[in-house]
Structures are given as structure tokens and as C-alpha cells.
């Protein structure tokens, strides 16, 4: 393209937009050029390690959240434009596969916690964390809600426990990470989750509320002719985000809180063992694609 033709077209632009081009490019003349760190904005996302304690490896911790939770949102990223768009195959077919790539990143790169931090040190500096947990992630919820029916996040015990014709709020109260930190016999919620609904408690249900009838889960289920290899996609995202990944982050648990049987507390107080896993959990964003037996194996392997 002719620089003549660049200035036309940006002269146009500028009329179609009722401004004076020759302002806009003036202000072009004078602009200073664009950086690496201020485009990306290093320094900011660099200065935001703040260790509570002296351990080297904490700082390690406090970065793989954080990479996480960048990755988590660059997945939000992608299943609103599914969600808040007409369905279109062939983005879907596309999008599933940034989702699955993401979310292999997330498993490959797990280590980094299980071998990557010195046993005893984190096991001294976690205590200074508590309540604290990655459990509180609101960006992990977020994608449940963007893919699924609440009703998917109720397991089995919740189901028997909920009533007729839920509301949002009801689903909320019977959640399957509710259990996380509720003891239903007494009523006593945890601190950790105590903290958590404060916060964001009111932000899921209205998220919930905006996304009913639209999340990836329904999408699909509208969907006439949902071809062999999308469905192909989706259980393996399926699979990803509600097996695989939640087993090598219990791994790592096991690792550091049960090395030698000794069932360490978890810093959000749950009881881990039980709670984190995939079987417990139920977690299936489309159970239908999925056949008796799988449903039955669920969480029985990586
Ligand atoms: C040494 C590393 C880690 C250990 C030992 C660990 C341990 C735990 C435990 C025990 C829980 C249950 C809640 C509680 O009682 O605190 C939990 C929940 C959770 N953690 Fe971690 N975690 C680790 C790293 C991470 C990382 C890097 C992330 C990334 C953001 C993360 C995200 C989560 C999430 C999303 C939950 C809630 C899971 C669910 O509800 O299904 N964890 N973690």
C-alpha cells in the first residue's frame, strides 16, 4: 500500500468519524513511539511479587498464581467470545483448541510446584498464608459458570439435598465447592469461604443469571448438527479442565501435606483429600457427551 493511499484512508477514517484528520495527524507527528515495557506493561506485572515471609521459594508460589491465573483469563477470554456470539463451528473448532492448549500448559507446567519449591521451606511459609487459599480463585469459577448449567456443579449429595425448581441463589447454597468449606451438619462456614462470598459471592450469581441459557454447555445442546470432531474437542477440554488438571494439583497436595501420611491441614482448612478430587467433585461441563461407564470411571484416570 502507497503511504498516499495510507494517508487517504486514514483521512477518510477520521471524516466518516465527523473529526479533523489533519488533527489526528498532527497528534501522529508529535507521538513518541510505543515500548516493550510500557505495551506490556513489565514493570507493573513485575512488581507484583510481595513475599509475607523470607523464603526464596515463596516468591516462586506467588508467580505460578499469578501465571495461572493469566492463563485462566486468557481462557475467560476465549469462551465469552463463544458464549456471547452466534455459534459458529469453525470458531468453536478453533477456540476449543486454544482452550485445550491452555489448559495442557497448566498440567505440563504443574511440576513447577510439586519438585519446583523446597519441601520444608514451603512447608514453613505456607502457615503464613492461611486463610489464604487458590481456592478463593474467582477466575476458576468463572469458567465453570461461562461453560456449564449450574446443575452440573451440584455432585451427587447435592442433588439429593436441593429442592424442586432451584433458584441461582439455591444452586449457590448446594455447589459442589461449598463443601470446600461448609460444615452442612452445624452451618459453620470456614474463613476461607467466608472471605470468598464477601467478595465475589454476588458477582457469580449475577454472572450466573447473565450467562443462563447461553453457556457453552447449552450452546451445544441448542446445536442440530454439532459435528463428531467438536464433540471430540470439547470432552477433551472436559477432561482437561475437571480431571486432569485437578489430579496433578492433588498430586501436589499429597506431595506436600501427606509426604508421610501425616494429613497435613490445608491452608483453607478443607478436608483435601476428600474434596479434591475429581471423583468427589463430579465436575462435568458436558455430561452428556460423556457415556455411562466414562461418567462412572470419572476421575479415575489423568
Ligand atoms: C504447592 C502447591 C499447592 C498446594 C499444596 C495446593 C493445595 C490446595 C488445597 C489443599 C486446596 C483445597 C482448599 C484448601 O483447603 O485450601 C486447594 C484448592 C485450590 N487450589 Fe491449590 N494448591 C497448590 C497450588 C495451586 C496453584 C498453583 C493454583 C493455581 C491457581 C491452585 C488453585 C487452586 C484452586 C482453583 C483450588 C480450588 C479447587 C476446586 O475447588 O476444585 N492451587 N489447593
Known sequence: MSNEKIINDIENKYQQLGENPETYLKGLLHAKPINYWDYVEADTLLSLQKPRTNFKDEEIFIM???????FLKMMVHEIKQLVYEPFNESVWLEKLDRLNRYTNMLIGSFDVMKYGMNYDDYNTFRSSLTPASGFQSVTFRLIEIYCTRLEN???????????ENPSTTDYFEHIYW????????????????LQFEEKYLDRLVAMANKTKG??????????????????????????????????????????????KGENKAATGGSEWKKYLHPKFQQRKFFPTLWNNDEITNWGNNK
Open 214 to 259: 447461553a453457556t457453552l454447555e447449552e450452546k451445544i445442546l441448542k446445536t442440530q448438527n454439532c459435528s463428531e470432531a467438536l464433540k471430540m474437542k470439547l470432552k477433551e477440554f472436559d477432561h482437561l479442565y475437571n480431571v486432569a488438571w485437578p489430579l496433578v494439583h492433588l498430586e501436589t497436595a499429597q506431595h506436600y501435606l501427606d509426604l
Open 178 to 193: 461449598k463443601d470446600a468449606g461448609l460444615n452442612r451438619k452445624t452451618g459453620k462456614k470456614s474463613l476461607t469461604l
Open 153 to 163: 456443579l451440584i455432585n451427587e449429595e447435592g442433588k439429593n439435598r436441593i429442592g
Open 64 to 70: 505460578y498464581h499469578q501465571v495461572t491465573e493469566l
